[in-house]
């Protein structure tokens, strides 16, 4: 039987990275809001032997999200892991200079539409499958308050969830990815060297030998 595996925030980096690494042995349903990237995803997939459908959504558009999940049960019935690397980096400013826009943007994906999603997917996962959350821990670092906020609030919403299904299931696991050149990170430190960093693909398959 077809194992698959949901991946929100499939287009670049970490995300990406873990779609690729589990595509061998699982159906890949990539979402993420730029289609062309997500194409990009598919041709490296198809291209070592893999499968993947492709959901050029907002993970913030409610009734999306409930379609997809919808799509998911209607099709397969299940879902076997779910790795939830998408997120929003707001720009760095003091919190005194916090924009609202900014804010608003940052609560709306990293904190609202993971709760909105734990309710749509752990149905899906039922007692025996896996969700994947990654953690990022700059809370209360200088300059960082929207983004350190909002995923600290992702945070405290996986540790709950993995607390309440112990017993019940799923299972619920939290990971720390080593500094990895992406497009987040090169937001928030911009002219760091990149050599020094960790490949995303070494990264995914690092990470994924933790599960």
Known sequence: MTQIALITGASRGLGAALAQA??????????????????ELDDHIQAAGGSATLAPMDITDTAAMQTLCRGIYDRWGRLDMWLHTAIHAAPLSPASFVDAKDWDKSVAVNATATSTLIGYVAPLLGSEGRAVFFDDDRAGE??????????????????????????????????????????????????????????????????????
């Open 22 to 39: 589990l595509a061998p042995t699982h159906h890949i349903v990539a979402v993420a809001r730029t289609t062309g990237a997500l194409e």
């Open 142 to 211: 200088k300059f960082f308050g929207a983004y350190g906020a909002t995923k600290a609030a992702q945070m405290a919403l996986a540790r709950s969830w993995a607390a309440e299904t112990v017993k019940t299931g799923p299972r619920v696991r939290i990971l720390s990815p080593r500094p990895m050149p992406t497009a987040v990170r090169a937001r928030f430190f911009p002219g760091e060297p990149r050599a020094p960093l960790n490949a995303p693909a070494s990264e995914a398959s690092r990470l994924l030998a933790e599960l």
